[in-house]
């Protein structure tokens, strides 16, 4: 999905025409500011009530993305020690340190640093040849009961690697390609090293966790952090059962989240093997581009004749607008409107809006509308800093850039350009790579003259 995302921004703008070098910026010109990050992350409390939220724990810790039951619930015990190995760069370092900061304050785990031979997680940077050796449509992995690659390569065909024989956490290694930019590298440690500590299973319904293969949150929300901290919570053991864990977790969500003890929540309807096949088919790179967007219009119509709202029909129609860019670029725009209404029914959404807020900003500049290009992206920047994502920032800085130039505005849009390249550099990486997108935003304004 991470890797689906980048090649739909390269769509977007295939279907304007390619940059007039006598018109387009040039970025090369431009000092680079210094790399941004975000500093102490303030996450939304889980909105969802406590009854709706127990659904959702059970469902999962005792299953995993394929659909397999886990037969008892299985954590580290703690204290838990977290190491790395090969070339960790610096900016991984102080990611590593804040998520950990994270863990320990709102998950209430005890979890800290230590070397890589004793720790029980090591996060180990491979070269993306071992990566794509190992896990060809993965951004990254996690792997139980091992601590480095050359002890995967060693565990591969003796079971070991089988999470549903698990009776107790006790090692566990991440994988992370180098030469990925730092953005991508942070969102791999959160949903990898939660994954290690605690569920196994995605669920596409959810609509505020990094658990749900849609990939639209970047680091771990307030719901994640509370999951973790259920997880572990003094009442639940390793080897409990599902039916034991159900008697025991009402109490602690209690507990631990009493803002959560209120009516009105009820846990959506489980997703459909068909409609996950439809979606799966719909976002890898292996069909062609025609039995794609077939596929997503399947996860469509199963999302109507069940009746869905919120996250699923919104992702189901994202997905299948940028699939139709470089084919329709009405039904596009249908699309990518569909979606922003389904995920502007809750507040509890505004960041999947703001990704598909980058959709109808291309559009309106395509058209040449400035003003509603600045609207959408004033719309979704405070989403988009708030849910750290700077590759998305940095885009909708871009955009709204573009249209402040559009309506005489050059000196604003210089400095808001500007300020988008030190998001760019965290966001995307190299620089060339910011430039690139620079470019490809201005062509959609300079090559489309009313």
């Not at 990566?131 to 060693?154: H, I, K, T, Y």
């Not at 919120?310 to 329709?328: K, P, T, V």
Request: with cysteine; glycine share 6%.
């Amino acid at each position: 999905m991470k890797r689906f995302a980048a090649i739909a921004f390269a769509c977007l703008t295939a279907c304007a025409p390619a940059p007039d070098a006598t018109q387009a910026p040039q970025p090369t010109l431009l000092v680079f500011p210094q790399m941004r990050s975000f500093g102490t992350t303030t996450p939304t409390a889980p909105q969802r009530p406590n009854s709706e939220i127990a659904g959702d724990f059970l469902d999962l810790a005792f299953q995993m993305e394929t659909g397999q039951a886990l037969p008892v619930l299985t954590r580290f015990e703690e204290p838990i020690t977290v190491g790395t190995a090969g070339n960790f760069p610096s900016y991984m370092d102080r990611d590593l340190d804040a998520l950990l900061a994270r863990l320990r304050n709102e998950a209430r785990i005890d979890i800290s640093r230590s070397n890589a031979a004793n720790a029980s997680i090591v996060i180990e940077i491979i070269s993306p040849a071992q990566m794509r050796r190992a896990a060809p449509n993965a951004a990254c992995f996690v792997v139980p009961r091992v601590q480095s690659w050359a002890e995967l390569q060693r565990s591969r065909r003796n079971g070991a690697l089988d999470w549903t024989t698990l009776t107790q956490r006790e090692h566990a290694a991440i994988f992370i390609p180098a030469g990925i930019p730092p953005q991508e590298a942070r969102d791999c440690m959160h949903e990898e090293l939660a994954q290690a500590l605690g569920p196994l299973n995605d669920l596409y319904r959810l609509p505020d966790s990094v658990y749900n293969d849609d990939n639209i949150h970047a680091v771990l929300t307030g719901f994640d952090m509370l999951i973790l901290r259920a997880f572990y919570d003094d009442q639940l053991q390793n080897g409990m059962t599902r039916a034991q864990a159900a008697s025991r977790i009402p109490g602690i969500l209690a507990r631990i989240n009493p803002a959560g003890q209120r009516g009105g929540g009820s846990v959506e309807p489980t997703t459909p093997r068909s409609w996950k096949s439809a979606m799966e088919t719909a976002l890898g790179g292996q069909g062609s581009l025609s039995a794609r967007r077939a596929a997503a219009a399947r996860a469509i119509d199963i999302g109507g004749q069940v009746g869905w709202s919120g996250a699923r029909e919104g992702f189901a129609y994202y997905a299948y607008g940028r699939l139709q860019i470089s084919n329709d670029a009405s039904q596009a725009l249908y699309a990518f409107n569909a979606a922003n209404r389904a995920y502007s029914q809750n507040r509890i959404m505004d960041i999947h809006a703001a990704h598909v807020a980058v959709q109808l900003a291309a559009a309106t500049l395509i058209a040449r509308d400035p003003q509603t290009t600045i609207r959408i992206a004033d719309q979704a920047i405070p989403a988009a800093q708030r849910h750290e994502n700077a590759a998305l920032l940095a885009q909708l800085m871009m955009f709204k850039a573009e249209a402040l130039d559009l309506q005489g505005n050059t000196e604003a849009g210089a400095a808001l350009r500007l300020d988008s390249l030190a998001w760019g550099r965290y966001g995307f990486g190299s620089r060339d790579e910011v430039i690139d997108r620079l470019n490809e935003i201005a062509s959609l304004a300079r090559d489309n003259p009313s």
